[in-house]
């Protein structure tokens, strides 16, 4: 069994043709919404902080909405090997009696938060430049009441089913970023983008914002230096990431939790959505293999639905048993760009975008 799968769009093909894959070569790193699903490349993150970002002696820019946010803070901190680690043990150890509240739930949030984060990492991001990606909410998806917040959003996903571009009524994109952070995407699509710096003063906010679940977290209202309104998860509006982000000299690395692009968190159960693949033309996408995640329990990644339908204990368990055999996808990726990346082993990003 090969444990993982590589996807590349057309000039990343062109670039692994030639030359292989090296992080002299990497000038991007994305992460993507997904909560739990995250358990699945704990290890690939670490080997990644470990033996490939101390390569980059360029600048390298790292975006995330949601859990991938968070992990590309682990990235860009003074010491990324130790956050991803207590990010990981924090978000494992999550443990509820019952159904829990909303309340709750954010609490534990913020706890996670804090067993990682440290706003001295700020300091750190000469060099690796960080933008975490939030929503903020408009008209009636602003809303914190949990029955109008389920009208409200069955109504987006409704406009969502007939076109994506209905999204933009409901959201702004906000990113904020590293002090000096410019993403290489020329042309923004329809949402309305909002640039923001971060500051000692927004930097957890932003984190906050970035992984707050519409009816399970509660939003954050006007982080510092931020358009005024209340922010949720930056999944609402790029969840795998639909943008064309092309560096001028280098290529975009995604390491993904599996072989799927969908553009928006409501765009998870439609069959036919899926991100543009020359949006992708720079980019490697490195994802455990559909023969790897078969033969974890119970054939799958973790999921939130995880919460509800295992016991504390039971869930836990499945989640270490994930991370431990998630070693394999990092020994994978390892021993790929060792072999000078051959491109027989690549397969074009076609097949997982149209």
Known sequence: ???????????????????????????????????????????????????????ATHQVDLIGSSIGAWRMSAYAGADPLKAIEHL????????????????????????VLDGFMRLDDIEHHAQRKLHIVSARSKGPSALEQKHMQTAVFTAVATGNLISRHSLPLWFDRTIFHSDGGQLPVANWDRFRTHQVTLTREN?????????????????????????SGLYRDGGMVDYHFDLPIKPDNGLVLYPHFMPMLKP?????????????????????????????????????????????KLDNDTRIRYWRTVIDRNQAIADAFHDWTSQGAPID??????????
């Open 1 to 55: 069994m090969r444990p993982i799968q590589i996807f590349a769009g057309e000039h990343a093909l062109s670039h692994i043709k030639r030359h292989g894959l090296k992080p002299t070569d990497i000038r991007v790193i994305m992460g993507a919404s997904g909560g739990p699903k995250w358990f699945v490349l704990s290890h690939l993150d670490r080997y990644l902080v470990q033996h490939w970002l101390p390569e």
């Open 203 to 227: 930097y957890r906010d932003a984190l906050l914002s970035s992984g707050a679940i519409p009816v399970v977290i509660e939003g954050v209202r006007s982080p510092a230096g931020a358009p």
């Open 88 to 111: 990981e043990d924090h978000y494992l150890n999550q443990r509820y009696d019952g159904k829990p509240t909303v309340r709750e739930v954010s609490q534990s949030v913020h706890d």
């Open 264 to 308: 928006g968190w409501f765009d998870k159960p439609l069959s036919w959505r899926k991100v543009s693949a020359d949006h992708y033309s720079h980019t490697v996408v490195v994802t455990p293999s559909r023969e790897f995640v078969d033969a974890l329990p119970y054939h799958k990644i973790p999921d939130r639905k995880d919460f509800e």
């Open 345 to 354: 082993d690549v397969e074009p990003i076609t097949a997982i975008a149209r």
